[in-house]
Each structure stands twice: as C-alpha cells, then as structure tokens.
C-alpha cells in the first residue's frame, strides 16, 4: 500500500494515477489525512500553501525525495501539469525509471499534440513541448506528431460543425474475457432477451434520427461486445432499421465489429455485403491458443484464420484485427509468434493494445495468480509490433492510453494507405459530436467553442430495456438545441 496525504482536494485522481504508474502492482490510496498510518511503508505528502506547492516522498518514514514549485491556482491545468511535474521527478528519481510518457496519464496524449498544430506550431516544436512540459520520451513525442499529421489528413473532409457519427452498441458476447469490463453479456444467458434489446434500441435510434435530421452523417460504427452474436435475420431487422432511419448521403465509413471468429458465419457476413458493409473487425487478440483458452475465449486460432479466409473470399476490401500484448504468460517470442501469424494474413489495419488491467475485470479480481503467470510488456515489444506493422505497409494512425496498462505503454492503430478508420480518430480527438445508442453507450456533443458535454445509458441490459424512455430524454436534453 502505498499512501498520499493531501491537504487540499481537487487533484487526487491525477496523484493517484501518476502513482499507479510508477508502481503499478501496489494499492494506492490518495485522501485527506492528518497522519499515515503506522504500517504504510511507502507513503507522499503533498502540501498545497497560498502560492506554492510541496511534494515529499517517504520510505519507512525516512525522507526520499522533495520538491517545491510556485503555483498559480488561477490556472488550475498549470497547476495540475506542475504538481504532477513534482511528483514524476520524486518518483523517477527514487524508483530509477523514466516512463515511456513522462507525467501524462490522460488518455489522449495525440489530442495535446493536434492543437498546438491547429495553432500553428511546428512538428519540432509540438515535439518539444511534450518532451518539456510532460517529459515524454523523445521517441513518444515523436510518435505523437506523426500520428497527429496523419489524422489530420484522414479528418480533412471531415464536417465537424454539421456533421455527425453515430455508435450503435450491441453488449452481448459468446463469453466474457478474462481482461473484459465492457457492457457484455454472455449470449447463452440473453437469447431470449434480445428481441427485447433490439426493440428497446429501435426506440432510441428513432429519436437520435429525428433530433439530427438536418445533420450529415459521416461514420457509422456498430460495436459492443460483439455484434456478430446477433443472428442473420436481427442483424438485417438492424441494418435495415438504420438505413430506413438515417441519410447516408454524406457516409464516409461503415463498420461493424464483427469481432470474435467464434461469432463469424458466412449467412452473417453476407448480410452485411448485402447492405454495403465491408469494412470489419476480426479481433484475435493473440495467435496462440493457450492464452486463448485462459482469457476465455471459446475459439481457436485455426477459427480465425478460417474466419478472415471466409471475409476476404467473400470480398470484405477492409478488415481490421485487434491484438492485446501483456496477457499472462506471454513472452517476446509469444508475440512475435502472433505477428508472424498476422503477417501471413495480411490485414487492412490493425491495432495493437497494451493490456489494461480494469477494476472490474476477473483479472484484476484474480490479479495475484495470474502475475504469477507473467503480464509481460516492454519497449523491445512494442518496438517489435510496429516493425511488423511497418513491414505489412501499415502506418500508425490513431492513438490513445487507458489507465492501468502494461507497461505504462498505450494503443496504437496501423493502417494501410486510406484505410485509417475514421470513426476511431473521431472518437479519441473529440472532433465531432458522436450520437450513441445501446446499453452503456455514451454520446458526446462536442460544441464549437470546444466544450464537451456527455450523456450516459445505463450498462444494464435490463434496466436499458426497462429505462429506454429515460436514456431518450438524457439524449434529448444533451443533443437537442
């Protein structure tokens, strides 16, 4: 355990991640607190006056590190940026590590870089910035500037002030991952509820098409959970209901997630050909099929080769697969193993994620046993997976962090030449308004002056079905001028 005493609130979920960072296997607890407790043998004061703030780190009650910075409390962003300074120099210097993003624990480190180019700043100088301001390395920095110029370019036909995308979420799933904290439900338990859910969805999509019918629509992404456990005749009841619904006039992208191979039958992709859907996801996570059967996921890698065998003959022109680098037991060679694998297949784009250890996830419930396994990630890892990006013709294009990741790394899409996936840059850089709908989806309007302001659906499946005409009115009052 690993205690921060604060005399001032206001800052605690930023200590507290900074922390995290550092010491990622530790409890961190982060309040307001005369004294530590006698057993805590890590502990920080943060100490916050009228014009200056102090940072100070102990061990055992011996001091290991201090540091004071001036404050204007006018700016609280600056004053964040310079508290977490504090504390990152602290923590490197006591620990002897430089993480790969210095003192950024947001998760849209790329957002940062995109407006100082937006204010005409250089690429050399936006570099410069991250590196100074948030001590990124210099190799993230870099990575964050390239990413930003080609989302840029992706973004460049893009509507932001009168268009629109819309997510559909369909949380149902042939089985729950052992990393898994979305709004998922095992299909086994929820057959026979999904007429209701579709019902209850069809309600909602509705009314998003009425309150943006003056409104272009630009992406349409449909995820979950995996879409693809919906069987042939709902999934065209669905895709027939959106384009009944919605002008597609301005539709720059459409995507369905289809997911787990497991999921993936050649009556299901046809129904998506037969609404000009091509472009899908077929997410592995790993080729190897061990660490398929831990992580519960019922399908094997022989399946998944079959499964993107099936939706290139059948003439899918774009397919995406997921990749998860950090799941227990695998090594550099077990990753390497996978990349090889999909450099065989030969993949549109792919995106490869550092595994992020969520609260409420089995694997953070069973944390302790499965560390015993290893939850191996690196820098000679992921400068491995972007090798083989690289040498599949894949560019990075899209980029974002989740807290709690191996590594301290994050998420990067690859995509061949125009194959970037719209939605996903659209969705991390908050460009433009996202209308949601589906259990546990959140829409976001985003305003012209920069302001975001969201509305959540429940999670619950069946408080969703239940509450439907509440989630319409949040999305009502969120959307509606």
């Not at 191979?261 to 061990?290: A, C, F, W, Y």
Request: aromatic fraction near 8%; charged fraction near 30%; include cysteine.
């Amino acid at each position: 355990m690993i205690e921060v005493i604060v005399n001032r609130p206001g800052f605690e979920y930023d200590i507290h991640s900074l922390v995290k960072a550092f010491f990622p296997r530790e409890d961190v607890s982060v309040r307001m607190q005369e004294e530590f407790r006698e057993d805590t043998r890590l502990c920080m004061a943060v100490e916050f006056t009228d014009s200056l703030v102090q940072a100070e780190f102990f061990e055992e009650k011996e001091s290991k590190g201090k540091r004071t910075h001036e404050i204007d409390y006018a700016d609280r962003k600056e004053t964040k940026n310079h508290l977490k300074r504090l504390i990152y120099g602290i923590l490197s210097g006591y620990t002897g590590q430089n993480l790969p993003w210095g003192s950024l624990t947001g998760i849209r480190p790329v957002k940062i870089v995109m407006q100082l180019l937006e204010e005409g700043k250089t690429n050399a100088e936006a570099a410069a910035f991250m590196r100074d301001m948030y001590m990124a390395s210099r190799e993230k920095a870099a990575l964050s500037v390239m990413i930003a110029n080609r989302e840029r370019y992706v973004l460049r036909n893009i509507d932001y002030e009168d268009g629109y995308s819309l997510y559909i979420g369909i949380p149902f799933c042939p089985s729950t991952c052992l990393y898994c904290s979305f709004t998922s439900y095992p299909l086994s338990l929820w057959e026979k509820r999904m007429d209701e859910y579709l019902e209850a969805l069809f309600q909602e999509l509705d009314e998003a098409a009425d309150m943006f019918r003056q409104k272009k629509l630009n992406t349409v992404y449909i995820g979950g959970g995996t879409p693809t456990t919906l069987n042939p005749e709902r999934m065209n009841r669905l895709l027939c209901k959106i384009q009944t619904l919605f002008d597609t006039e301005h539709l720059q992208e459409y995507t369905v997630e289809a997911g787990r191979p497991d999921s993936i039958t050649e009556e299901k992709l046809q129904v998506l050909l037969d609404h000009g859907i091509d472009r899908i996801s077929i997410n592995p996570q790993t080729m190897k099929d061990e660490t398929l059967r831990i992580i519960g996921r019922h399908h094997t890698v022989a399946q998944t080769r079959e499964a993107f065998a099936l939706a290139k003959r059948m003439g899918f022109s774009h397919i995406n697969m997921d990749l998860i680098i950090g799941l227990p037991g695998e090594g550099y060679e077990d990753v390497e193993h996978t990349m090889q694998e999909i450099r065989a297949l030969a993949p549109d784009s792919v995106t490869i994620h550092s595994l992020a250890i969520k609260r409420a996830a089995r694997l953070n419930l069973l944390k302790e046993a499965y560390e015993e396994m290893g939850l191996e990630n690196n820098t000679q890892i992921m400068d491995m997976t972007a090798r083989y990006c690289a040498e599949m013709g894949l560019s990075p294009y899209y980029l974002y962090r989740q807290k709690n990741m191996a590594g301290n790394f994050e998420n990067v899409g690859y995509a061949k030449e125009g194959k970037a996936g719209i939605y996903n840059i659209l969705m991390m850089e908050e460009k433009q308004t996202i209308v949601a709908c589906g259990a546990g989806s959140v829409s976001k309007r985003v305003y012209s002056d920069g302001r975001i302001e969201r509305s959540e659906n429940v999670k619950d499946v069946s408080q969703y079905i239940e509450r439907i005409g509440e989630m319409i009115e949040r999305k009502r009052v969120l959307l509606e001028d």
